[in-house]
């Protein structure tokens, strides 16, 4: 191909040339430009493969519509599926092309064209049926698909997200955005104007205009100039992908020279869509050849990076518009022909021959174009044909925003049906193609939030847009591409509506018209148009797809933002983590909190069992900071705990603790804890430690709906407080040494008594709460001075040869003692009749959440599924937590539960298991078969407490 | 992002917002309440297409109140703290 650039054309600075390799090819351009023009400029014809075929292909268009070149970056920012035509070009970048092995240029997979006869729409769903598609997927993704992403490449930077509200936001930096943009600024309003394109003008960078007496350039540098007096934003490349619920609209503003993207969340009063309008192709045979492309796009090259698209061209056109690039060709030194489908358009050639009344039917050439043929039979030698089918208003914001689109005859195309709330139109989108069209439309456009547009710039009259259709025809010769990303041709959409996917959402899916990643820019109209045709349907009776987010593909980095590694959901933190760090521990993360697992050097098991042991036989310090201390407060308190609780609450005398269960409105358990009451109007409600935001919603949300919020409060003082629990059987010993003002014998402060002390001037305060089932002290202060409190103990306890414990030896000991964890020995069907408390069932007086369920027909069923012991035979490993206990019942095997929890105990010295069995409680003693995969193993029944069942170690 | 209107916030994101249930499913009480007035009351949802009349809490203030919206477009039509509207609003 002889694209070339034209001595002193173009916006590009030729004093800064750059060099870049497109595979293993040096591409020279200049400042300015994007990888398309550079590799236009340099004679690279083919820049990829088509997505099924492998059919060579060139640049088609000038931005985002088009449809053909997308390149993996590898350099220096990898960046899989650029586009060529959007991606500027900088020095020393590599970049790779897509679908060509070992490039587009020299494609093995290029023979797969031979066989296109046999590839219809369709073909991979009819023929890779059987024995199973699995089988053929690997070799046919191999085939297809455009660019790879490299795994070893370093992650993008993570993007910045930024909102922002504005009065008006207009979308297209063109003729009409502009004057619509200034227009408001004037009037006071702060004005947002976004432009995807690496410049502000749109059509005025490209098509010559006489606007109040000047250029169209100079035009577009005085409104910039004027909406900058007026404090108006102005952002280039920067796409409004997609409009959102109540009025949210996302841009993505993209990254230069390896910066990363950033995503904007627009809040605007009010938004103007100067979208402006994409061009089609002209349905002929080979119309995908290298060399054939949008007549505008040869315009924009031609005025923005001063190329010209070949040196003997054919223009082809049903409408106006596309004069202006024959003229300007022909003006740079091209030979040009212009074959016009219109018998009399009433225009005289300048500098280039011109055939009216006839239409081209093929391009010729091997690879790239040669030549066309035109209807009458006759050929032309050109080595870039440039196209125009009429353009297609970019609608697409508009109907995300709900918008619903009407046909205009006249122009040929679907334009929005009219101004929505919130929302207006200025400019192409509207179907207006001439200037003055364009500027009226802003009159229009501002009227709903009463900006006058005032005196409309004075406009030379241009070429007349004049389109007289020209849709795919049926049965037409040869291969007629319809869709250039996606590789559907005329006869894919004639065997759709043969096989009756004549609605156009089937027909999409059926062919996949419209579904690459352009989403049918320029597409998706030539495609209805020719089932409209096929099936004697008008256009707008066809109709079209629904229209999503986003416009243009976004990165993924873009819609991530900072939530990405260790940001996309981080645990909270300990306020005594760097303590346990330097004690040595290993951290996990435990419903969302960083907590110690275990502490020191060596194998976990011989960790955790080494702290369990000391647990056990002399004195364990466990941070628990995490544990739930909502309190509620007020006059109703002790009415709304009695509700809240399964357990009876109001009964609790002031200093005691007492244990209880808190179920949903299904019966179902929800949580569990201790309840202490503070004084006749407060208690403090212990949940689980990664259950509290969702305990304080449900009592919220309890408190709200049925009591006086006037004389009743919830806070949870969870954050401020921290706990420290001492266990063991020197527990006390220990704790007597620190002197904190309190009786702690067991008459003085019982098991689940508390008390207050303080710990060198500060509150603590002292419960005998136990989930070891050994003594235990919980010990909770105010979180500024956990540190103080933790090195006092551990300094005062090496006497009594205290441990620090993980929360895999306490998972350990609590096991041990059958004390359950609620959503791991307990799942979203276990009532508290399940776990074995039946007393408040039977003899709670007041109401309580899920009290009627319990005396359901469903809580009554006797097979349901209850928390019993599993035990192995001595010297056996433990059971696999989550194996199911299994029967046989009428010849076919079923579960009857499941595992939920498995240690090996060291106190006991063998495994422990706690399940939960069908009928479990009544079954002591039975031996079941559970089976974890493949393995059948045998357990014995037993009650959940296998060690101290008669708990005299609490007060041991 | 939708703009839920919390009555003693005003307009927020709705990620600041968690939906409590349905406006009007009154709690059936009493020793003669039966199985179908339980489970009704426990599942049976209306789920209408269009104006809803939902419960809502606001988690950044722990408020829960009564929002109308559109299931269709939503559109929010209103939003009611609860002592306010309970009685003389009903969906």
């Given at each position: 191909?002889?694209?070339?650039?034209?001595?002193?054309?173009?916006?590009?600075?030729?004093?800064?040339?750059?060099?870049?390799?497109?595979?293993?090819?040096?591409?020279?351009?200049?400042?300015?430009?994007?990888?398309?023009?550079?590799?236009?400029?340099?004679?690279?014809?083919?820049?990829?493969?088509?997505?099924?075929?492998?059919?060579?292909?060139?640049?088609?268009?000038?931005?985002?519509?088009?449809?053909?070149?997308?390149?993996?970056?590898?350099?220096?920012?990898?960046?899989?599926?650029?586009?060529?035509?959007?991606t500027l070009a900088f020095d020393g970048m590599r970049v790779k092309s897509v679908n060509g092995r070992p490039n587009v240029a020299r494609d093995r997979g290029r023979f797969i064209d031979l066989f296109a006869r046999f590839m219809p729409a369709g073909f991979y769903y009819k023929t890779f049926m059987f024995p199973n598609w699995h089988l053929f997927e690997p070799s046919v993704r191999a085939m297809s698909g455009f660019g790879r992403v490299d795994a070893d490449a370093e992650l993008p930077r993570s993007a910045e997200q930024?909102?922002?509200?504005?009065?008006?936001?207009?979308?297209?930096?063109?003729?009409?955005?502009?004057?619509?943009?200034?227009?408001?600024?004037?009037?006071?309003?702060?004005?947002?104007l976004v432009e995807q394109g690496g410049t502000v003008g749109g059509s005025l960078l490209v098509r010559t205009a006489a606007i109040d007496g000047r250029d169209g350039v100079t035009w577009t540098a005085e409104m910039l100039q004027r909406l900058a007096e007026r404090g108006a934003t102005v952002m280039t490349r920067t796409t409004a992908f997609g409009v959102y619920d109540h009025g949210l609209v996302a841009l993505n503003e993209k990254g230069q020279g390896g910066r990363p993207d950033r995503l904007w969340r627009i809040r605007p009063g009010h938004v103007v869509l100067a979208t402006g309008a994409i061009e089609r192709p002209l349905p002929f045979a080979n119309n995908d050849l290298p060399g054939v492309r949008s007549a505008e796009a040869a315009l924009a090259y031609l005025r923005h990076h001063g190329i010209a698209t070949g040196r003997k061209v054919v223009v082809a056109t049903n409408n106006g518009l596309a004069y202006e690039t024959a003229e300007a060709l022909a003006a740079a030194g091209v030979d040009?022909?212009?074959?016009?489908?219109?018998?009399?358009?009433?225009?005289?050639?300048?500098?280039?021959?011109?055939?009216?009344?006839?239409?081209?039917?093929?391009?010729?050439?091997?690879?790239?174009?040669?030549?066309?043929r035109l209807d009458d039979g006759s050929r032309l030698v050109a080595d870039s044909v440039v196209v125009s089918g009429g353009f297609t208003p970019t609608v697409h914001l508009y109907c995300q925003a709900r918008g619903k689109l009407v046909w205009d005859a006249v122009a040929a195309a679907f334009v929005p049906g009219g101004p929505l709330a919130g929302l207006s139109l200025a400019g192409a989108v509207t179907g207006a193609f001439d200037l003055a069209g364009v500027f009226a439309s802003v009159g229009t456009a501002l009227q709903p939030i009463g900006v006058a547009a005032g005196a409309l710039p004075a406009v030379a009259a241009g070429q007349p847009y004049a389109i007289a259709a020209a849709w795919p025809k049926p049965g037409a010769e040869g291969r007629v591409f319809i869709d250039l990303q996606h590789d559907v041709t005329v006869k894919d959409v004639e065997l759709a509506a043969r096989e009756n996917y004549t609605s156009?959402?089937?027909?999409?899916?059926?062919?996949?018209?419209?579904?690459?990643?352009?989403?049918?820019?320029?597409?998706?109209?030539?495609?209805?148009?020719?089932?409209?045709?096929?099936?004697?349907?008008?256009?707008?009776?066809?109709?079209?797809?629904?229209?999503?987010?986003?416009?243009?593909?976004?990165?993924?980095?873009?819609?991530?933002?900072?939530?990405?590694?260790?940001?996309?959901?981080?645990?909270?933190?300990?306020?005594?983590?760097?303590?346990?760090?330097?004690?040595?521990?290993s951290l996990r993360e435990y419903g969302g909190w960083l907590r110690p697992a275990f502490y020191g050097d060596g194998p976990e098991v011989e960790a955790v069992a080494r702290e369990a042991r000391r647990a056990r036989?002399?004195?364990?310090?466990?941070?628990?900071?995490?544990?739930?201390?909502?309190?509620?407060?007020g006059p109703e308190a002790a009415a709304f705990v009695d509700f809240v609780y399964y357990n009876a609450m109001a009964t609790l005398p002031v200093g005691r603790c007492r244990y209880g269960l808190m179920l949903a409105e299904s019966g179902v358990v929800f949580d569990d804890g201790v309840l202490m009451r503070l004084d006749a109007n407060r208690f403090v409600v212990s949940c689980s430690s990664s259950h509290v935001a969702a305990v304080q919603a449900h009592l919220e949300a309890w408190r709200q709906d049925r009591f006086d919020r006037k004389r009743l409060f919830i806070h949870n003082a969870t954050p401020a407080l921290a706990t420290l629990t001492l266990?063991?059987?020197?527990?006390?010993?220990?704790?007597?040494?620190?002197?904190?003002?309190?009786?702690?014998?067991?008459?003085?402060?019982?098991?689940?008594?508390?008390?207050?002390?303080?710990?060198?001037?500060?509150?603590?305060?002292?419960?005998?709460?136990?989930?070891?089932?050994?003594?235990?002290?919980?010990?909770?202060?105010?979180?500024?001075?956990?540190?103080?409190?933790?090195?006092?103990?551990?300094?005062?306890?090496?006497?009594?040869?205290?441990?620090?414990?993980?929360?895999?030896?306490?998972?350990?000991?609590?096991?041990?003692?059958?004390?359950?964890?609620i959503g791991k020995d307990s799942d979203g069907l276990t009532l508290p009749v399940d776990l074995g408390v039946t007393a408040p069932l039977r003899r709670k007086k007041g109401e309580f959440i899920g009290r009627r369920s319990l005396v359901s027909p469903e809580a009554q069923r006797p097979d349901r599924k209850q928390l019993v012991g599993l035990v192995v035979e001595d010297g056996e490993a433990p059971l696999v937590t989550g194996a199911h206990g299994v029967e046989t019942r009428d010849g076919a095997k079923r579960s009857i539960g499941y595992v939920t929890s498995s240690y090996v105990s060291p106190g006991l010295g063998r495994p422990i298991a706690l399940g939960l069995i069908e009928r479990g409680a009544s079954r002591h003693g039975e031996v079941i078969d559970i089976q974890h995969q493949r393995t059948m193993r045998q357990a014995r029944i037993a009650a959940p407490c296998a060690f101290d069942p008669a708990g005299e170690r609490l007060n041991g | 992002m939708q703009l839920f209107s919390c009555p003693f916030c005003g307009p927020?994101?709705?990620?600041?917002?968690?939906?409590?249930?349905?406006?009007?499913?009154?709690?059936?009480?009493?020793?003669?309440?039966?199985?179908?007035?339980?489970?009704?009351?426990?599942?049976?949802?209306?789920?209408?297409?269009?104006?809803?009349?939902?419960?809502?809490?606001?988690?950044?203030?722990?408020?829960?109140?009564?929002?109308?919206?559109?299931?269709?477009?939503?559109?929010?039509?209103?939003?009611?703290?609860?002592?306010?509207?309970?009685?003389?609003?009903?969906?």
């Open positions: 191909m002889t694209a070339f650039r034209v001595e002193g054309a173009g916006r590009i600075d030729r004093a800064r040339p750059l060099l870049f390799h497109f595979d293993d090819v040096e591409v020279r351009g200049f400042a300015g430009d994007t990888i398309a023009s550079a590799l236009l400029a340099s004679g690279v014809n083919v820049v990829g493969r088509s997505f099924k075929y492998h059919r060579p292909r060139g640049v088609w268009g000038f931005g985002v519509e088009d449809p053909n070149s997308l390149v993996d970056i590898a350099a220096p920012v990898v960046g899989a599926n650029a586009q060529a035509t959007t930024i909102n922002r509200a504005v009065d008006v936001l207009v979308v297209g930096a063109g003729p009409a955005g502009l004057l619509a943009a200034l227009r408001a600024a004037e009037a006071g309003r702060s004005v947002l040009v022909t212009l074959v016009d489908s219109r018998r009399d358009a009433g225009i005289v050639p300048k500098g280039y021959g011109l055939l009216t009344g006839r239409s081209v039917v093929a391009a010729e050439g091997r690879g790239e174009v040669a030549g066309v156009v959402e089937h027909l999409k899916r059926y062919t996949a018209l419209g579904m690459a990643g352009d989403q049918g820019k320029t597409s998706n109209l030539n495609g209805i148009a020719l089932m409209a045709e096929l099936t004697g349907r008008t256009i707008p009776e066809v109709g079209t797809t629904t229209y999503r987010p986003p416009f243009t593909p976004v990165p993924l980095s873009s819609l991530a933002g900072w939530r990405s590694g260790g940001l996309f959901n981080p645990p909270r933190r300990l306020v005594l983590e760097n303590v346990h760090r330097d004690a040595g521990a036989e002399a004195v364990a310090l466990f941070d628990g900071s995490p544990l739930g201390k909502i309190e509620v407060c266990s063991g059987p020197q527990a006390r010993p220990l704790l007597e040494t620190l002197d904190l003002g309190l009786a702690l014998d067991d008459a003085a402060l019982p098991h689940m008594a508390f008390a207050s002390g303080a710990f060198d001037g500060v509150p603590v305060r002292v419960s005998r709460v136990s989930f070891t089932g050994d003594r235990s002290y919980e010990l909770v202060i105010g979180s500024d001075r956990a540190e103080a409190l933790w090195t006092r103990l551990m300094a005062a306890g090496a006497a009594f040869g205290i441990t620090p414990l993980g929360t895999e030896a306490l998972m350990v000991l609590r096991a041990e003692k059958g004390y359950i964890v | 927020r994101g709705e990620s600041e917002f968690r939906f409590a249930g349905e406006f009007g499913n009154a709690r059936p009480e009493g020793a003669t309440v039966t199985d179908a007035q339980w489970s009704s009351y426990l599942h049976r949802r209306s789920n209408p297409k269009g104006r809803s009349a939902e419960l809502w809490l606001h988690l950044t203030c722990g408020e829960v109140f009564r929002l109308d919206r559109d299931t269709l477009t939503h559109v929010v039509s209103g939003s009611y703290a609860l002592g306010d509207c309970a009685e003389e609003v009903q969906p």
